[in-house]
C-alpha cells in the first residue's frame, strides 16, 4: 500500500492508494470519527483487480484538522482536489454513513468524476432525522478525571460487543479527531439533502447492514424515491459495516461495479 499526503484546499489529507493504477478507482470515503481504518479488511479485497483510493476526511486519520466546521460541499471539494492530484479518471465513489453522503455531494457537485455511486448506510436527513439526531452529535470534552474515555469506552463497546479490538481501533480514531471529531455530524445535520439528491445522475447502490438501526424502511423508500436510478443490497452487519462483514462489503461494492 502506498500512503501519500495531499495538499487540498482544507490542509494536508492523508490518502491511503492501493491496486492497478491503470484500473478505474474505487474510492473509499469513511463514517465520522473514523478514518482510512474502517476499510482496512475491504481494501485488499477491494485492490485484487481495482485501484483503491482511501481518504482520510479533513480533520479525521492523518490528516489536518480544519479551524472551522465544514460543510459537506467542503468534504466533496476535497474529494475532487485529491482524485485531481491522483489521477486515474471518473471514479466509483463509495462511502459508509457519513461517507455516503460526501459521495452524494461528489456525484452532485462534480459528475464528470463519477461513475456510480456505493452509498453504504446512506440516512435521508430531512427535519425528521435533523431533530433525532442533533441532540446525540453533541461534542465530547476532556475531563481533568479521565472520565471521558470510560465514556467512550462504554458507547462504543455497547455496538462492537464483543470485539473488543474493533473498539479500541474505533477510540484510536475518536481521539485521533480530539475534540472537533463531531464536525463530520454537524455536516451531515446542516445538509440540504432533499435539494442535492436529484442533482445525482450516476447509478447508486444503496447498500444497507441487516442490523444498521439508524437506516429505517421509510428512509429506503425516500432513497430509492429521489434516486430512480439505484439498486438496494442488504448483507449482514451494523453500524460498522465494512469492519464486521469486509467480504459481503468488497463484494457487493464489485457486482455492483
Same mark, same amino acid.
Given at each position: 500500500m502506498e500512503r501519500r499526503i495531499i495538499s487540498t484546499s482544507m490542509g494536508h489529507v492523508h490518502v491511503a492508494l492501493e491496486g492497478d493504477p491503470g484500473s478505474p478507482p474505487v474510492v473509499l470515503l469513511h463514517q465520522t470519527p473514523r478514518s482510512t481504518d474502517e476499510f482496512a479488511e475491504v481494501i485488499p479485497l477491494l485492490a485484487g483487480s481495482r485501484r483503491v483510493i482511501a481518504i482520510d476526511t479533513p480533520g479525521y486519520g492523518a490528516s489536518d484538522h480544519p479551524e472551522t466546521p465544514p460543510s459537506m460541499e467542503d468534504y /466533496?471539494?476535497?474529494?475532487?482536489?485529491?482524485l485531481g492530484t491522483v489521477g486515474g479518471g471518473p471514479a466509483y465513489i463509495c462511502g459508509h454513513h457519513t461517507g455516503a453522503i460526501i459521495a452524494v455531494e461528489v456525484a452532485a457537485a462534480y459528475p464528470e468524476l463519477t461513475r456510480t455511486v456505493i452509498a453504504s448506510g446512506l440516512i435521508y436527513v430531512d427535519d425528521e432525522v435533523r431533530a433525532d439526531l442533533g441532540p446525540r452529535f453533541k461534542q465530547w470534552t476532556a475531563q481533568a478525571d479521565g472520565s471521558h474515555l470510560m465514556a467512550h469506552w462504554e458507547r462504543l463497546s455497547h455496538w462492537t /460487543?464483543?470485539?473488543t479490538a474493533l473498539t479500541?481501533?474505533?477510540l484510536v480514531d475518536v481521539?485521533?479527531?480530539g475534540e472537533t471529531s463531531e464536525f463530520g455530524h454537524f455536516a451531515c445535520l446542516s445538509y440540504d439533502m432533499e435539494a442535492r439528491l436529484p442533482l445525482v445522475r450516476r447509478p447508486v447502490l444503496i447498500l444497507t447492514g441487516n442490523d444498521d438501526p439508524f437506516i429505517t424502511?421509510?428512509?429506503i423508500r425516500q432513497l430509492t424515491a429521489a434516486l430512480p436510478d439505484s439498486e438496494l443490497a442488504y448483507i449482514?452487519?451494523?453500524v460498522f459495516l465494512p469492519n464486521e462483514n469486509p467480504e459481503g462489503f468488497a463484494d457487493a461494492v464489485l457486482a455492483f461495479i
Open positions: /466533496a471539494t476535497v474529494v475532487a482536489e485529491v /460487543a464483543p470485539d479500541q481501533r474505533l481521539y485521533r479527531a424502511p421509510k428512509m449482514d452487519g451494523s
